[in-house]
């Protein structure tokens, strides 16, 4: 299973909800969750440096094209922080959920 996390260095909601993913990663990465993060960053770096910051340990991509990022125009997303969580089958199972919603839903999805 895999959350694509549209974020950015800006972006404060994103900022204060990067913890709470940080945490979930540690805990069920082992288990079989990955996250993609998807920044809408302008600035290479601001990105980088938010990534350092707030230990973003997987993978990060960024066109460094802002509300313009293809990636997020094919995800239709309009604010962030945006989360997908998706099947292995690459299917949307879940979406926008944060904190112990995002967690608890990625638990039930990893039990199926």
């Given amino acids: 299973m895999t959350i ?3 974020w950015a260095s800006w972006c404060g909601p994103c900022r204060k ?11 069920l990465h082992t288990k079989g969750l990955n996250i993609i993060g998807v920044s809408l960053d302008e ?17 990060q ?4 094209k802002g509300w313009e990022d293809p990636i ?3 995800y239709k997303v309009e604010s962030i922080p945006a989360t997908f969580i998706l ?3 690459g299917n949307v ?13 990625i638990i039930e999805l990893l039990g199926k």
């Avoid at 909800?17 to 805990?27: C, D, F, H, L, T």
């Avoid at 600035?43 to 993978?59: F, G, Q």
């Avoid at 991509?61 to 460094?64: D, M």
């Fill in 87 to 89: 099947d292995k089958s």
């Fill in 61 to 64: 991509v960024s066109n460094l």
């Fill in 4 to 6: 694509v996390d549209f």
């Fill in 17 to 27: 909800e990067n913890p709470n993913v940080v945490a979930i990663y540690s805990e």
């Fill in 72 to 74: 997020a125009k094919q």
């Fill in 43 to 59: 600035d290479p770096v601001k990105w980088k440096n938010a990534i350092a910051k707030d230990k973003l340990i997987w993978t």
């Fill in 93 to 105: 199972v879940a979406q926008d959920l944060r904190g112990d919603e995002l967690k608890a839903k």
